[in-house]
């Protein structure tokens, strides 16, 4: 393992990222112990500065991490875990720790054109994170892969039947669909956005 730099306190943060969304979920503690039955077990363990003792993420509410990859800064001293959550990250049932701003932001929809797919993204980890009764997101996650690809092949031949039509405003709309229902697949199958894209850079090279 590699040698990182633990505090006085023998500690060192890690802030845990979802390797889907790339939303930051929480900031914790590790120590070496805890860093090591990370390793080992593939799911996140921390030590609690409160209690003075290693605890197993989820443990009681069965909401645990398993760890896609541990990265370390330049300095070797704070850790970025990223990993596929099963359930909310902080102890109110949020999806993340992180969920207010100190600042106003303006929204302007056309500063950036895709930046509604990171918000999708985003949203969608959240709803199968937090699983909201009555939400229709939950309700695809609960139903599984089955009802979620026979909603992507319903939402693709609409599109095929708004273009065949040469209905402009019903295409939007069935497109609008078939991306939504092509998102939460990506999730039920913990595949990011991220990787489509680089597939799509690399042939436009």
Same mark, same amino acid.
Request: hydrophobic residues 35%.
């Given at each position: 393992?590699?040698?990182?730099?633990?505090?006085?306190?023998? /500690?060192? @943060?890690?802030?845990?990222?979802?390797?889907?969304?790339?939303?930051?979920?929480?900031?914790?503690?590790?120590?070496?112990?805890?860093?090591?039955?990370?390793?080992? *077990?593939?799911? *996140?363990?921390?030590?609690?500065?409160?209690?003075?003792? /290693?605890?197993?993420?989820?443990?009681?509410?069965?909401?645990?991490?398993?760890?896609?990859?541990?990265?370390?800064?330049?300095?070797?001293?704070? $850790?970025?875990?990223?990993?596929? @959550?099963?359930?909310?990250?902080?102890?109110?049932? =949020?999806?993340?720790?992180?969920?207010?701003?100190?600042?106003?932001?303006?929204?302007?929809?056309?500063?950036?054109?895709?930046?509604?797919?990171?918000? /999708?993204?985003?949203?969608?980890?959240?709803?199968?994170?937090?699983?909201?009764?009555?939400?229709?997101?939950?309700?695809?996650?609960?139903?599984?892969?089955?009802?979620? $690809?026979?909603?992507?092949?319903?939402?693709?031949?609409?599109?095929?039947?708004?273009?065949?039509?040469? =209905? @402009?405003?019903?295409?939007?709309?069935?497109?609008?669909? $078939?991306?939504?229902?092509?998102?939460?697949?990506?999730?039920?199958?913990?595949?990011?956005?991220?990787?489509?894209?680089?597939? /799509?850079?690399?042939?436009?090279?």
């Amino acid at each position: 393992m590699i040698d990182v730099q633990f505090n006085d306190q023998g /500690l060192i @943060p890690a802030i845990v990222q979802d390797a889907a969304s790339k939303e930051v979920l929480m900031l914790a503690y590790m120590n070496k112990e805890s860093l090591e039955k990370s390793i080992e *077990t593939k799911q *996140t363990w921390f030590y609690s500065r409160s209690r003075q003792e /290693l605890w197993h993420k989820g443990e009681t509410s069965g909401h645990t991490q398993n760890i896609v990859d541990i990265r370390y800064d330049c300095d070797q001293d704070t $850790l970025v875990v990223l990993v596929n @959550p099963n359930g909310p990250a902080c102890h109110k049932g =949020d999806y993340s720790c992180f969920g207010h701003s100190l600042l106003e932001k303006e929204v302007d929809g056309k500063a950036d054109r895709f930046g509604i797919f990171n918000e /999708l993204e985003k949203v969608i980890a959240k709803r199968e994170a937090e699983m909201p009764e009555g939400a229709y997101t939950t309700y695809l996650f609960e139903k599984g892969v089955d009802k979620i $690809l026979k909603k992507v092949g319903e939402e693709a031949s609409e599109v095929i039947i708004a273009a065949k039509n040469r =209905d @402009p405003d019903e295409l939007k709309w069935e497109v609008a669909d $078939l991306f939504y229902h092509v998102f939460v697949l990506l999730r039920e199958q913990k595949l990011p956005l991220d990787d489509v894209l680089s597939v /799509l850079e690399e042939r436009h090279r």
